[in-house]
């Protein structure tokens, strides 16, 4: 992937969804009124398509040699009579993606599995809404399939509805994800539209005329009527620039999984980081930690995380390692794995290998990190902090230091010996090359949230919420369940110099806690390697990356 490319996707994954969540106010104009939910098989979510309004407008943009339109169309899937929810997982890397309804009846909980193929990762239903695009002509000019992550922008469509979403807010897209979980309250609807910002629809300015439906196989599955919204379209051309900027994020509409993340994390992942994984744009205060673990009626997602306020003093007492629950830390394979000439940051006119590394939690607690600065002094003392499951702090230990980077692309508090990585020789005894590095922590992507005390709805999403600034006296770094922390790096300092490296196949692994300073759960899984082949001359070297299984993403 080019530094253009990646700096482009940068720019998307900063598309809000305001503008489709705005959208949503006038479904409750054609939804049933309060109390008017329809009776049906108990437990069994009634679903609908509809279009939340009879006309739409559209921008047509022109950047980087493409044109088109983003054919968000405001339709939505409707969800009434009982949740819409399922669990997505795959057991390893080497076994299929396996889709699950989750049907909620009260007490009683049972589930469906969805037929073996049909959902292959964790983006959404594939192939679930057909759109046909026709001109003023009556002529089709377009005809597309596209894929309903039922996460997507989503609002109520009664009174009566839930107040709040507890669900995750998008679908993932990291390519090692291991487990996800998508969901549609009783009484809402999500954004059904769906498309790729890589592929614009290629429409002139004018009128047209878009048929929906849900494909046949869904409506057969779930039993939607085949109801076909027809919309009307304006495409008007983009004035200014057509530099893809502000315009586009004022008239964006919804992505769903396609930009996951706000914006602000983009220096923490380096200026030409891809999107991310998805995670939610709503970083609101979640307040004060209630209740953590797995008790009663919070091993769902819905457990709230510990506040991200660090504490105003030192821990004081003698420090302890209760025996409470405790993270696991886990690495991913690297992924995003491309050759740098070093212009974003390393020594221009040099090779280096840049890749993405991630370290996630699969728990069954968060990792709590806070650090201290004494005045003048310049790293800051890191502790890391211990909850029952009331979410009672038990205890703290010293767990080495944090220290300010002052780098384009980070200006943030690192916690020292989280994770490094290393490019290994091909029988992966001999270290080739070392990055070792600090990083700040923040739940960029959701990697499993099925595991036990998963938090669907993490707060500290991006740096903002996480890292602190340079005059900071104390900040507080949260890994939660379920999330993991992804480094592009392609930042200074952060991807390989291989301007000498001969070429042939190599390793590149990533360590989670290699200090063992940190405590976990497990300490005998902070592991990963990819494979790699270097190939080329200099200053035109070239990669290729194998299949790591069944995961055939470079």
Avoid at 294 to 304: E, F, L, Q
Avoid at 395 to 408: I, L, N, S
Wanted: with cysteine; charged share 20%; net charge positive.
């Amino acid at each position: 992937m080019t530094s253009q490319q990646h700096r482009k996707r940068v720019k998307r994954s900063a598309l809000a969804v305001s503008a489709a969540l705005a959208v949503v106010a006038g479904v409750a104009a054609t939804a049933p009124g309060a109390g008017a939910a329809p009776s049906s098989t108990p437990g069994k979510p009634k679903l609908k398509l509809i279009a939340a309004s009879n006309s739409v407008t559209l921008e047509r943009y022109e950047w980087d040699g493409q044109a088109g339109v983003f054919l968000d169309l405001g339709t939505y899937v409707t969800v009434d009579n009982a949740p819409l929810e399922f669990k997505v997982k795959r057991k390893s890397y080497k076994d299929p993606v396996v889709a699950q309804q989750i049907l909620r009846d009260g007490t009683k909980t049972t589930t469906k599995t969805l037929p073996a193929g049909l959902v292959k990762d964790f983006s959404g239903l594939p192939g679930f809404l057909e759109v046909s695009v026709k001109n003023t002509a009556g002529q089709e000019v377009a005809k597309t399939k596209g894929t309903y992550c039922p996460n997507n922008a989503s609002g109520r469509i009664r009174p009566d509805g839930a107040a709040t979403n507890h669900y995750p807010e998008s679908c993932p897209t990291n390519p090692f994800t291991l487990g996800s979980v998508w969901g549609v309250e009783k009484g809402w609807a999500s954004n059904s539209s769906t498309f790729d910002y890589d592929k614009p629809l290629d429409l002139p300015a004018g009128q047209y005329t878009a048929k929906v439906r849900v494909a046949k196989k869904y409506r057969d599955l779930f039993g939607i009527p085949d109801s076909r919204p027809t919309i009307k379209v304006t495409v008007r051309q983009q004035q200014g620039d057509g530099g893809g900027g502000a315009g586009l994020t004022a008239h964006s509409g919804h992505s769903g999984h396609a930009g996951q993340q706000a914006a602000g994390h983009a220096g923490h992942h380096g200026p030409d980081a891809p999107t991310p994984g998805a995670l939610s744009h709503a970083l609101e205060d979640r307040g004060l930690a209630h209740h953590l673990g797995d008790g009663r009626g919070h091993t769902d997602g819905s457990r709230i995380a510990p506040a991200l306020k660090p504490a105003t003093k030192r821990p004081t007492g003698r420090a302890s390692v209760p025996d409470v629950p405790k993270p696991d830390l886990r690495s991913l394979p690297a992924f995003n794995i491309a050759i740098s000439d070093g212009e974003d940051g390393d020594a221009p006119g040099k090779d280096y290998l840049a890749f993405s590394a991630n370290v996630w939690n699969a728990g069954p607690a968060p990792l709590v990190v806070d650090g201290f600065r004494s005045p003048g002094k310049e790293l800051m003392d890191a502790y890391q902090y211990f909850y029952d499951a009331n979410g009672k702090q038990v205890g703290y230990t010293p767990t080495g230091t944090m220290e300010w980077d002052p780098r384009e692309g980070h200006e943030h508090w690192h916690f020292t010996d989280f994770a490094s990585y290393r490019l290994l020789s091909a029988d992966q005894t001999k270290e080739v090359r070392s990055g070792k590095e600090a990083f700040c922590l923040a739940n960029t992507d959701a990697v499993d949230y099925t595991v036990k005390n998963a938090n669907w709805k993490p707060y500290n999403t991006d740096l903002s919420t996480a890292c602190g600034q340079e005059n900071s006296i104390s900040v507080r770094e949260v890994l939660d369940v379920g999330s993991g922390d992804t480094y592009t790096q392609d930042i200074p300092g952060q991807s390989f110099d291989i301007t000498d490296v001969p070429n042939g196949t190599y390793y590149i692994q990533v360590i989670a806690n290699p200090a063992k300073r940190l405590k976990e759960t497990h300490t005998t899984n902070n592991v990963a390697v990819r494979k790699v082949v270097l190939g080329g001359t200099p200053g035109a070297r070239t990669v290729k990356v194998p299949p790591h299984h069944l995961i055939n993403a470079g």
